[in-house]
């Protein structure tokens, strides 16, 4: 992950978890759209964006 912080080992079940929930949602929308592999990485991007350029740790239940 990142060297500034380490998840716990009791962390590693829900990691696992979302890792597996994340792919099978890009799984479904895949076979929706019947689409390439490539515009499910961009859409994966830019998800992954919107942490890279929020430096701040933000709750969703806060916005």
Known sequence: ???E???KKEHQAIIA???EFISD??????EALHCPNSFIVEIA?????????NQI????DEE
Not at 25 to 30: G, I, S, T, V
Not at 57 to 60: A, D, M, P, V, Y
């Open 57 to 60: 740790i933000t709750r969703r």
């Open 45 to 53: 991007n830019k998800v992954v964006y919107e942490y890279k350029t």
């Open 17 to 19: 978890r979302s890792i």
């Open 5 to 7: 912080w380490e998840p």
């Open 25 to 30: 949602e890009l799984a479904e929308l895949q």
């Open 1 to 3: 992950m990142t060297k």
